[in-house]
C-alpha cells in the first residue's frame, strides 16, 4: 500500500469516528466552521456553554428540592386532590409515596438547600441558579433526551449546540465548534441525533470524543508520511471535490464535506495539545478528582471541557451516566450514591476552575437531564420517570448566582410555580448567548425553522 493510500485510509477512519459513525455525511461533523457570521442581536452575557447532561433522569427531591410533607405522608398514596399522572412503566400512580433519605442544608451566603449526595457542589451554592419548576413531554429516554436536546421529540431536529455555532460561528480554526463527550464507551438515548445539525449546515453538527485517555483515535499521521505530503494529497481530493460541486454550489453537504478534510489536517497540530491534560498542575487534578479512580473519567472530561472553552470551543456537551445510568427505577439509593460520587467532585471542580482562570464570567455551566423522577415509589425503593416537574440549574455566563427559581408541589410531583418548559430553556440559553430565539432561523422547505418552534420564554429573572 502506498504511503498516500496508507494516509487516506486512516483520514477516514478518523472522520468516520468523530463523527459518531454517522456515515458519509456525518463528515460534516469535523468541518470548519465559518468564522462569526455576524454581530449577535445583542450583547451576550457568555460566549460558550458546558452542559453537564445528567443521562436518565435524576431525582429532584433527592437532590435539590427538599420536601417535608413528602416524608410525612410516605407510605401512603397519593392524595386524592393530585391528579393521577400518566407514568412511563404504568405502575406508579397509585403506588405509595416514597420519602427522600437524604439529608437536606443549606450553603453558601444563598443559603440555597443541596442534599448531602453533593457534598463538593455544595460549595458552589452562590454561584447556581437553580430552577425547581422544569417540564417536559416525552416520558421515555429516547424521546426526552431528544427533546431536551433539539426541543422535538422526534429525531432529526438540529441540536441546541448546532444551533448556537450556527448562530455565532467559531472563535477558532483548528477545533471543532461543538463538542461532545461521555463518560461511558456507550452514547445517550438517540445517539448522534442528540448532536446533528439537521437541515442546518453541516459545519454545525457536534463532534463525538470518546472517553479514557484518547479521545480522538487516528490522530496521529501514518508513520513516514511527511505534513508536506498529507497537504499535496488534500489539495489534490480539494481539486476534485471543487469540480465536483461545479453546478451543485447549493449543497452545503458538498461544501462541509470538503472543509472536513481540512479541520482534521488542522487538528493533527493543535488538538493533542488541546485535549492532553498531563501537564496540569496536581493541584488541578485533585481538584477535578482525576487521580481517584471513581472521579478519574469525569473528571478528565471536564477538564478537558475547560481546556477547550479556553481555546475558542463554543459549546461542549458532556454526558454524566451515558447510556441512561441514572435511571432508577430501583435501589435509588445505591443508583444515585454511585453516579454522584463519580460526577460531584469533577463538576464542582469544573466550576471553581473556570472562575479562578476568569472564565466563569462568559461560560455557561448547565446541569440537568431529561426529566426528574417521581415522588411514588417503583418497586418498593425507586423512582420513575417525571416530565412534570423537576430541578436544572445554570452558573456562570451572566446568571445570577445564589438564587432558586420557581417551584413543585408538596410532594415535588409537578411544577406549579413559574414554570420552565424545555422551549424556555433553551430560549433562555440562546438570549445569554447574545442570540434572540425567534430571530435564529433557517430557511427549511418553505419553512423558517427555528430551535423553540412557535414558543418559549426568556427566563430574565435568572439573568443579572
Keep these: 500500500m502506498s504511503a498516500a493510500s496508507h494516509t487516506l485510509r486512516s483520514r477516514r477512519a478518523f472522520l468516520r469516528q468523530a463523527g459518531g459513525g454517522f456515515g458519509a455525511l456525518a463528515l460534516a461533523a469535523l468541518s470548519r466552521p465559518a468564522a462569526s457570521r455576524a454581530a449577535t442581536h445583542f450583547a451576550p452575557r457568555a460566549t460558550s456553554v458546558i452542559w453537564c447532561f445528567i443521562d436518565g433522569g435524576p431525582s429532584h427531591i433527592d437532590l435539590f428540592d427538599p420536601k417535608p410533607q413528602l416524608a410525612k405522608l410516605a407510605g ?11 407514568t412511563a412503566m404504568g405502575v406508579t400512580a397509585n403506588t405509595p409515596l416514597l420519602a427522600s ?18 457534598p463538593e457542589l455544595a460549595t458552589c451554592a452562590d454561584e447556581l441558579a437553580i430552577l425547581r419548576s422544569c417540564t417536559a413531554d416525552g416520558l421515555n429516554h429516547v424521546r426526552s433526551v431528544l427533546q431536551m436536546n433539539t426541543g422535538s421529540l422526534q429525531a432529526g431536529r438540529p441540536s441546541l449546540g448546532a444551533w ?3 448562530g455565532l460561528g467559531s472563535a477558532c480554526d483548528n477545533l471543532p465548534g461543538f463538542v461532545v463527550m461521555a463518560d461511558q464507551p456507550s452514547d445517550p438515548p438517540g445517539s448522534y441525533h442528540n448532536w446533528t445539525s439537521g437541515p442546518l449546515p453541516g459545519t454545525s453538527q457536534g463532534t463525538r470524543f470518546r ?9 496521529a499521521p501514518p508513520p513516514g508520511v511527511s505534513r508536506a505530503q498529507q497537504r499535496a494529497e488534500l489539495d489534490f481530493i480539494r481539486e476534485l471535490d471543487t469540480r465536483y460541486r461545479h ?13 472536513s478534510y481540512e479541520l482534521a489536517f488542522r487538528m493533527q497540530a493543535a488538538a ?11 493541584e488541578t487534578r485533585d481538584l477535578y478528582g482525576i487521580d481517584d479512580h471513581e472521579t478519574a473519567i469525569n473528571g478528565r472530561n471536564c477538564l478537558r471541557a475547560r481546556r477547550l472553552v479556553e481555546r475558542g470551543v463554543r459549546f461542549v456537551q458532556l454526558y454524566f451516566g451515558a447510556g441512561s445510568k441514572w435511571d432508577a427505577h430501583k435501589a435509588l439509593d445505591a443508583n444515585h450514591s454511585r453516579y454522584c460520587r463519580e460526577s460531584d467532585r469533577p463538576i464542582a471542580g469544573l466550576l471553581k476552575d473556570l472562575k479562578r482562570r476568569g472564565l466563569l464570567d462568559t461560560t455557561l455551566v448547565i446541569w440537568g437531564g431529561e426529566f426528574g423522577r417521581t415522588p411514588m415509589s417503583e418497586s418498593g425503593n425507586g423512582r420513575d420517570h417525571n416530565p412534570y416537574g423537576f430541578t436544572m440549574w445554570m452558573a456562570g455566563g451572566g446568571v445570577r448566582g445564589g438564587m432558586t427559581y420557581g417551584a413543585t408541589d408538596d ?4 411544577a406549579v410555580e413559574n414554570k420552565v418548559h424545555v422551549r424556555d430553556l433553551h430560549a433562555t440559553i440562546l438570549h445569554l448567548l447574545g442570540l434572540d430565539h425567534t430571530r435564529l432561523t433557517y430557511a427549511h422547505h418553505g419553512r423558517e425553522e427555528r430551535l423553540t418552534d412557535v414558543a418559549g420564554t426568556v427566563i430574565h429573572d435568572i439573568i443579572h
Design 76 to 86: 401512603e398514596p397519593l392524595p386524592a386532590s393530585f391528579v393521577r399522572p400518566v
Design 164 to 166: 448556537a455555532l450556527y
Design 211 to 219: 472517553a479514557g485517555r484518547t479521545p480522538i483515535v487516528h490522530l
Design 272 to 282: 493533542p495539545e488541546a485535549i492532553d491534560i498531563e501537564g496540569e498542575a496536581q
Design 247 to 259: 453546478g451543485r454550489e447549493d449543497d452545503e453537504r458538498l461544501e462541509a464535506h470538503i472543509a
Design 101 to 118: 433519605s437524604r439529608q437536606f442544608k443549606q450553603h453558601g451566603q444563598s443559603g440555597l438547600w443541596i442534599s448531602d449526595w453533593l
Design 411 to 414: 410532594v415535588g410531583l409537578y
